[in-house]
């Protein structure tokens, strides 16, 4: 669903639980060696906030590659890749805001988002 023709107060957020505001690296993958730069912008225990210069399709599936810091040493990364699902977009300049809910993931890649989600 694009909602750039909606005006911000008719636009509502399905994540029941917080989220923590944060500037993560990532990446979308298109193709075999092909990707979109994005940025995550925040994330919850439900999903991430992504900025790309490229919509998705509601229901979209999407591989993304995150560089993820570790909550504790925000000088260590790890680079986990997870499954996600567009949920929304929204127009912002000649960027889209992309919701997602996590598909999946693995054990590690959770309890580092978890850390994040709790400790932010």
């Not at 990446?27 to 225990?45: D, F, K, M, T």
């Not at 699902?85 to 988002?113: E, L, Q, S």
Request: one cysteine or more.
């Amino acid at each position: 669903m694009t909602v750039s023709d909606v005006t911000p107060q008719q636009v509502s957020d399905a994540r029941q639980g917080p989220r923590v505001n944060v500037s993560w690296a990532a990446r979308v993958v298109v193709g075999p060696q092909s990707y979109l730069e994005a940025r995550v912008i925040n994330v919850s225990a439900d999903g991430l906030a992504l900025v790309c210069e490229h919509a998705f399709q509601s229901g979209a599936v999407l591989q993304v590659l995150i560089a993820l810091p570790d909550f504790q040493d925000h000088s260590k990364y790890q680079y986990p890749t997870v499954q996600l699902k567009a949920v929304f977009h929204v127009v912002k300049g000649a960027k889209f805001r992309i919701g997602t809910r996590f598909v999946h993931m693995d054990a590690a890649t959770r309890a580092m988002i978890d850390a994040w989600v709790r400790g932010g």
